[in-house]
């Protein structure tokens, strides 16, 4: 069974930066798994931030491309979201999830591995 817990967020002035980062237990890397971040606004449904696979392949929400960037440490199970130039609505509930690819790239919906989700706060 798969085990996400996140860490790192908290809250921060615009402009500012934060790193959240999630363990993975009970997860082995398969080929076609992978790992990554969505966030939910308060009223708004859960929407995708960013992925990595194995091969470390990354992709971005267009919102957020050139300001976050997700890495891995294989070793450690861990994936971390490096957050620069933070923005008011960057604010929401960030949640790691784990899954096979396609399913992390599908949607909130398809994805079966959630972490409890840490907290950012972006003020103006």
């Known amino acids: 069974q798969v085990q996400l817990v996140e860490s790192g967020g908290g809250s921060v002035q615009a402009g500012g930066s934060l790193r959240l980062s999630c363990v993975a237990s009970?997860?082995?890397?398969?080929?076609?798994?992978?790992m990554g971040w969505f966030r939910q606004a308060p009223g708004k449904e859960r929407e995708g931030v960013t992925g990595?696979?194995?091969?470390?392949?990354?992709w971005y929400a267009e919102s957020v491309r050139g300001r976050f960037t997700i890495s891995k440490d294989n070793a450690k199970n861990t994936v971390y979201l490096q957050m620069r130039d933070l923005k008011p609505e960057d604010t929401a509930m960030y949640y790691c999830?784990?899954?096979?690819?396609?399913?992390?790239?599908?949607?909130?919906?398809?994805?079966?591995?959630w972490g409890q989700g840490t907290q950012v706060t972006v003020s103006s």
């Open positions: 999830a784990a899954d096979l690819c396609w399913r992390l790239v599908q949607g909130p919906d398809e994805v079966r591995n």
């Open positions: 009970g997860y082995t890397y398969y080929s076609d798994y992978c």
């Open positions: 990595i696979d194995r091969d470390d392949n990354t």
